[in-house]
């Protein structure tokens, strides 16, 4: 899992460099919605592993991607604070996803259930990206002209 974490750092930041962040982040989130979401039906291993990878690519990938966005969005001058701020805010879902995790499987008995739980987290998460991505693209319009 970790080579597919460090493999996602190198490439989604590279592909990010040439899409922009805000449209690989969309990618992220539709792309897992689409992964969790097959999770809970797939039955043979090998796809299993495949999507679990895959998401691990994608976390990577988001890591090494968030300070980038940030330098995009903020500029470089107040990175180090706002970085932390999202480092914080990881740190918490961290430990807020386990938490989730034994929540919905005693309350429900099945895993199947968590799994639906944070598909819809990533739509929350995906529509906020796009509604980022629509303000980057105004602001840009507004500065242009």
Known sequence: MGIFNGAGRIIWASISDYLTRPIVFVLFFVTQIIAFYFLTTVTSILIFQVLIYYIMMCYGGAFASIPAYIGDIFGTKELGAIHGYIL???AL???AGPIIIAYVKDTTGSYTDTLYVFVALFFVALITSIWMLSNIQKIKT???N
């Open 142 to 144: 507004l500065h242009l």
């Open 88 to 90: 914080t805010a990881w």
């Open 93 to 95: 879902a961290g430990l």
